[in-house]
């Protein structure tokens, strides 16, 4: 039988994986708050706090948010 630990594992490899895989196919792309979120898997909350604080780089264009795929992998990779 599969443990909840294994499956967390292989759910953060296939995620791991989607991320380079997306990075190979498609160009690097300013994604909404609400797509980054998606992308990197966490909250909006959690988006903003990251970008308040000044770990998280991005755009902006009137009143909205924008994040480049690779600075959410930056991101990500550092934690």
Not at 21 to 35: A, F, G, H, L, T
Request: net charge positive; aromatic share 8%; hydrophobic share 35%.
């Amino acid at each position: 039988m599969i443990d909840i630990n294994q499956i967390v594992e292989i759910k953060m490899r296939l995620s791991n994986l989607e991320r380079l895989v997306s990075r190979i196919v498609e160009p690097d792309q300013w994604m909404n708050i609400k797509d980054a979120a998606k992308y990197g898997g966490c909250s909006v909350t959690t988006l903003r706090r990251s970008y308040q604080k000044g770990t998280l780089k991005y755009g902006r264009i009137k009143r909205k948010y924008l994040f480049k795929r690779s600075a959410i992998d930056k991101w990500l990779e550092n934690g």
